[in-house]
């Protein structure tokens, strides 16, 4: 049997990590401001996409516990 690399959580972690970074980079092109310096663009798909770069970071990093 080949162990993967990561474990089915990390995988879980990471789709959630790339599907905030699309939603972010959707939300920055829905703006409606010249150039986008709306709302939008500038304060909450920034946010959204750092917090998906998070996401994904913790899921490269993330070990589950050993049961003992």
């Known amino acids: 049997m080949s162990k993967l690399a990561f474990g089915k959580r990390n995988y879980q972690l ?10 972010g980079f959707a939300v920055m092109a829905m703006d409606s401001e010249p150039y986008g310096f709306g709302f939008l663009g500038l304060t909450l798909s920034p946010i959204i996409v750092v917090t998906g770069f998070i ?14």
């Open 55 to 68: 996401v994904e970071i913790v899921a490269i990093l993330y070990t589950p516990r050993v049961k003992k």
């Open 14 to 23: 990471m789709a959630l990590g790339v599907i905030l970074l699309i939603v």
